[in-house]
């Protein structure tokens, strides 16, 4: 049977592994994981980890939340055209 954990599961128990204080082993009794899945977690925490503090990142997320910005404009232009279009195809109507 396969379990999906969540994020914050998985960076805990990541974590707990790169600090080295507990072998594999004892995490994955610990916590119930398969000792290869912990692996492959604290592998991609290690590698990941620069990326948090590259500037790439935080223009990337700039970028985001302007594209978010503009499509939710978009959106709000779209429902005043569609609410004039509905109030207009009514009178039309009677």
């Known amino acids: 049977m396969k379990k999906n954990h969540d994020a914050a599961f998985k960076a805990k128990v990541?974590?707990?592994a790169?600090?080295?204080e507990k072998t594999?082993?004892?995490i994955a009794s610990e916590y119930g994981?398969?000792?290869n899945q912990i692996g492959q977690w604290k592998k991609?925490?290690?590698e990941d980890l620069p990326g948090l503090f590259s500037d790439r990142r935080r223009k990337e997320q700039k970028e985001d939340a302007a594209e978010t910005d503009e499509l939710y404009r978009q959106i709000g232009q779209?429902?005043?055209e569609l609410d004039?279009?509905?109030k207009k195809s009514q009178l039309l109507g009677k």
Do not use: F, N, T
């Open 14 to 16: 990541a974590l707990e």
């Open 18 to 20: 790169v600090k080295g």
């Open 24 to 26: 594999i082993a004892q």
């Open 33 to 35: 994981v398969h000792p």
């Open 44 to 46: 991609r925490l290690l």
């Open 78 to 80: 779209l429902k005043v």
């Open 84 to 86: 004039w279009l509905k």
